[in-house]
């Protein structure tokens, strides 16, 4: 029994305390909520449609060109901008750099919630959802498929994120014991959660090496799975900088403490210089490939002119906007090259599951995503967003443990 449950009389305590929990905190008429709380219903209702109806009622994809905005977008995309995680976690508990420790919680919690849901679209563009334990057991695919590799590293590295966040839910129901034992398998997940983010990261990149007569030149090449580890280091650290820009924003003082408060500028700085080393590398990488393969006569395309703005505009351009924010420690250009940065991962994961994806089917055969597709997407990523909310203005995520908590980690 823990102590609000103890003190609260029982069982009834405990259920006073949940109620009382789920009770909305601030302003109910925000713009936010405004615009997301209307799409979120629509999505629910689209996503019984979905379910009652069949894939082909809400999906423009089709046996030629099969992998949609949900499969781009959700699984692929998201995937990539939640790797703010394991870079953050290897950054306080391997490196030791202990000044971004206070971002673990609020990256581990976002990455989880990613992963939940992102990877949960995964549902939504199966034709036969009740079969998507079958990469999970080999059934169709074998154990030596690249399927069978990436969904045991989604499904564990879920199980990892969820071990480490656990003390924060303990904390929050003043779980003093079960704390203890949660707190005590954190170093293990992280280490166990790192390992794998690195492993399924650039496995996602190894499924386009099957299609390497279906992707255009200038994307395929044999360091596709490279190439998406390094550009998901900068995509995740890009994220941080942005959810850190949004909750002082969002969060008053009662959710993030004084201290990470006052030492944010610094913090961002660092994030900065992190992405623009990553970014140069994967700029250098994408530069050799480029000559290697001898496509110079490719960028003078529309396809190459499209290439030339995700690898120049959208990754050389912010790592200089990140080299200098994080010189002259000017928040507003970090902010600004993060953002681009982003959109750049974005655009360069849509590129390999969309548009460089059979990219010599005529125009007026290619994939468009439905209004459906779209609303259900933007239904997904407000959903995130509001249990994150919920969850920062409850829960020990961006402000320090409870003593009781700090203590007990002391000894």
């Known amino acids: 029994m823990n102590d609000r449950t103890s003190s609260s009389g029982g069982n009834s305590g ?37 379910f009652s109806k069949g894939l082909g009622f809400v999906s423009e994809g089709s046996q030629d060109l099969p992998w949609g905005l ?18 953050i976690t290897f950054m306080v508990y391997i490196v030791r750099a202990e000044k971004y420790h206070p971002l673990v919680r609020a990256t581990v919690l976002y990455g989880f919630l990613a992963y939940v849901f992102y990877a949960g679209a995964l549902l939504l563009d199966i034709g036969r959802p009740w079969k998507i334990i079958n990469p999970i057991i080999g059934n169709s695919f074998g154990y030596s498929s690249v399927l069978f590799l990436v969904a045991w590293h989604f499904l564990l590295y879920m199980l990892a994120q969820l071990v480490e966040i656990s003390p924060a839910v303990a904390e929050w129901l003043g779980l003093k014991k079960v704390r ?54 900068f995509a995740g650290v890009s994220v941080v900088i942005f959810i850190g820009m949004i909750s002082f924003r969002v969060f008053g003082e009662e959710q993030i403490d004084a201290e990470y408060r006052a030492s944010w500028n610094g913090v961002a700085a660092g994030l900065g210089k992190a992405c623009a080393v990553t970014m140069f590398v994967y700029f250098f990488m994408k530069l050799l490939i480029l000559v290697h393969g001898k496509q110079w006569s490719l960028l003078n395309t529309p396809m190459g002119f499209w290439y030339l703005t995700e690898v120049v505009g959208l990754v050389l351009i912010p790592c200089i906007m990140f080299i200098e924010g994080a010189r ?75 003593e009781w908590a700090i203590e007990g980690d002391a000894h």
């Open 14 to 50: 405990f259920v006073q305390f949940v109620l009382r929990e789920m009770k909305p905190k601030g302003k109910l008429i925000t713009p936010f909520n405004v615009i997301s709380f209307p799409i979120i219903l629509l999505g629910i209702v689209l996503l019984v449609l979905r």
């Open 70 to 87: 949900w499969i781009g977008f959700n699984v692929v995309t998201g995937v990539a901008l939640a790797g703010g995680a394991y870079v």
């Open 180 to 233: 203890t034992i949660l707190a005590s398998l954190g170093l293990g997940a992280v280490v166990f959660g790192i390992t794998l983010s690195t492993l399924h990261q650039s496995g996602l990149g190894a499924l386009f090496m099957m299609a390497k007569w279906k992707i255009h030149p200038l994307w395929y090449t044999e360091f596709i799975p490279v190439l998406f580890f390094v550009s998901s280091i």
């Open 328 to 402: 002259h420690k000017n928040l507003p250009i970090i902010y600004w090259a993060a953002t681009l940065t982003m959109l750049g991962i974005i655009i360069n994961r849509i590129n390999y599951s969309v548009i460089a994806y059979k990219w010599y089917i005529p125009l007026s055969e290619r994939y468009i995503p439905s209004w459906i597709e779209v609303v259900t997407t933007m239904a997904i990523v407000f959903t995130v967003i509001w249990i994150f909310r919920w969850t920062v203005n409850r829960m020990p995520i961006l402000r320090k443990p409870p």
